[in-house]
């Protein structure tokens, strides 16, 4: 699951329209509006990486009055988890685990140094 904080900056004086067909979209919650009522904060739920993307997408063609989406903060430890679990997975049933490496021949994840 990943879980966003984000700002959905919409057309001058739209803001009440974004929010009637924002009701259509149940993994999005709203939460406060800037008072010049051309920013909202909502946060958006989806499965994953690309089901957030597809999402964003689907909010900008069915409420045209959005203009842009920003995330503030973006929440996806599970999606982590379930990387480290297929990892952890690869490595029992002997499958290649190695990390991509840089130019340098730095590892791209893993330990840090």
């Known amino acids: 699951m990943v879980i966003?904080?984000?700002?959905l900056f919409v057309e001058p004086g739209t803001h009440q329209q974004v929010l009637k067909a924002l009701?259509?979209?149940p993994n999005v919650?709203?939460?406060?509006?800037?008072?010049s009522g051309t920013e909202l904060v909502v946060?958006?739920?989806?499965?994953d990486h690309e089901g957030l993307?597809?999402?964003c997408e689907k909010l900008k063609k069915c409420i045209p009055q959005?203009?842009?989406?920003n995330h503030l903060y973006v929440s996806?430890?599970?999606e982590v988890d379930k990387i480290k679990m297929r990892s952890v997975n690869a490595i029992h049933s002997g499958g290649d685990c190695t990390p991509p490496f840089n130019p340098e021949g730095?590892?791209?994840w893993g330990k840090r140094g």
């Open 43 to 47: 946060n958006l739920e989806a499965p």
């Open 4 to 7: 966003t904080g984000s700002s």
């Open 53 to 55: 993307e597809v999402l």
């Open 23 to 25: 009701v259509a979209f």
């Open 66 to 69: 959005i203009v842009e989406i």
């Open 76 to 78: 996806f430890e599970e």
């Open 29 to 35: 919650t709203y939460h406060v509006k800037s008072e």
């Open 106 to 108: 730095k590892p791209l």
